[in-house]
Every structure is written in C-alpha cells, then in structure tokens.
C-alpha cells in the first residue's frame, strides 16, 4: 500500500516531466571500496576504513572525464551539496549543448548521510559546499541551510568527533555511529517529490546525486530498484523507469563497495 501510494504521489508530481537521476562520477572514496573488493580479511576492513575516514572527497581525474561524457540535457539541473556531486554538475553544466535555465543545489538528495562514522557520506557546510563551484552566481542555494550534515549539526550540538576509522569499526559496525537510517532517507525521497511539484509540469530534470539515494528513490517510488555506476543515469516518468545507463535493477545492491 505504501509503495502504491507513493507511486500516485509520483504520477501526480511528475506528470509530463521527465526526470534523470544521474549519479556522481568517480570520487576517492570509490577507488578505495573498489580496491577493497579484491581483498579479503583485515586488508580489506582497512581499506574500507581509509575510504570512509575521507570526508566528502571530490573527483578523481577519472571522475572528471566521466562527467564530461554524460550524454543527458534538461531544462533544469538539481544537484547534491557534496562535493563530488557539485564538481560532476559543474563540469557537466559547462557541456557543450548544455542550456539550462535554472541549476539548483538541494541537500533532500544528497547520499544517505553518513553521521559522525562514513565522512565520505557526510556533507560540510553551505560556505564550503558553494566553494567546490566555479561561478557559483550560477548556481541557486536557497535550499542549502549553513549546516545539513548529521556530523556537523552533532558537532554543533556537543558532540565528540569520531577518532580514526579504523578497521575494528568497520568489522563491528561502529563505522555506522549516527547513520541517517532508511526511513529518514526515504523522507527525502518525498521531499524530493514535493520539490519536483514545484517544477513545471514539462519540464526536463537532470538530477546528478547518488547511489544509494538513487536506488532508494527508484525502490521506494516506482518498485523498480536502480543501482547506477559512476555517471550513469536512469530516467523517470510517470510511467517508471526507463533507459537506463551504466546501472543495473537489483534489489540487493553491495552499499559498502559504493
């Protein structure tokens, strides 16, 4: 029922829109969980560890070129506060054929917010988010509050820091100390809606976020669960998904080789 509901929710504020959800290309952090897959005990927690312990890293060289080939246009670009999302929409935005008339940051999806464990999930503050822009006069930051991040907001509010990540925290899942949890996340997803409402009912969104936010989305609003690669992309209608790129359905992703 509620996966029904939502997907009403989603015919509504969609309407003749066409959505792209468009994931970051590759950050740090991914290169550090992909090596992390062809190792095995504690050489693997370590380098889990190292890719967590980076807080909202940028792109690699690899990330840039990445963001220079995607092959998507629209009238709008939304995108995450982090930092590798904003670097992927810049350089994307200053594509060739690329003519948007609005590029608006929104934190409603930004990945799933790591807490004070993943820093490589947890965004910093509106002043460094406008920073990882070139001509930030271009970009609309009225949806960015000075603190989102769940580490910064208990930082504020008295909160120790966490230590070095260390492989034990990987192992017994301390890693996770203040994660945002997925009910919270799938808040966003219907704020997320509620902000796509306010859109013009034609227009075409290029929405360049996450992978794990994405693959909650897609699950929790149209059933149909996405997981996409570095600067892969899916759109949406009121119809569901379609045309997806660089990204397969499953309903069992691995989120820690994200």
């Known amino acids: ?15 003749g829109q066409r959505v792209v959800l468009v994931r970051h290309g590759q950050a740090f952090h991914n290169v550090l969980l992909g090596e ?10 370590k380098r889990r560890a190292k890719g967590y312990s980076l807080l909202d890293p940028g792109l690699t060289a690899v990330g840039k070129e990445q963001a220079r080939g995607i092959n998507v246009t629209g009238d709008v670009i939304v995108v995450s506060p982090l930092r590798r999302a904003l670097e992927t929409a810049d350089i ?6 690329i003519t948007a008339k609005r590029k608006i940051v929104l934190p409603d999806i930004r990945e799933r917010d790591g807490g004070l464990g993943r ?9 460094d988010a406008i920073s ?3 001509d930030q006069a271009q970009w609309e930051w009225d949806h960015v509050p000075r603190l989102y991040s769940r580490r910064d907001l ?13 492989s034990l925290d ?9 994660r945002e949890t997925f009910e919270q996340q799938t808040h966003r997803v219907k704020s997320f809606l509620h902000f796509l409402s306010t859109l013009p009912p034609t227009a075409t969104v290029v929405a360049i976020g996450h992978g794990h936010f994405w693959w909650c989305f897609t699950s929790t609003v149209f059933n149909t669960p996405v997981l996409l690669d570095n600067c892969g992309y899916a759109t949406c209608t009121m119809h569901g998904v379609t045309d997806i790129v660089n990204g397969v359905v499953t309903e069992e992703p691995n989120f820690a080789n994200l």
Do not use: W
């Open 119 to 127: 820093l490589c999930d947890s965004g910093q503050s509106r002043t």
């Open 154 to 166: 208990a930082l504020e509010s008295g909160s120790r820091d966490t230590p070095i990540i260390t």
């Open 132 to 134: 990882y822009v070139k």
């Open 170 to 178: 990987v192992s017994t899942g301390r890693v996770d100390l203040h």
């Open 1 to 15: 029922l509620k996966l029904q509901f939502l997907y009403f929710i989603a015919q509504c504020m969609l309407g």
């Open 92 to 97: 994307f935005s200053e594509g060739k054929g």
């Open 36 to 45: 992390a897959r062809a190792l095995r005990g504690n050489e693997m927690l």
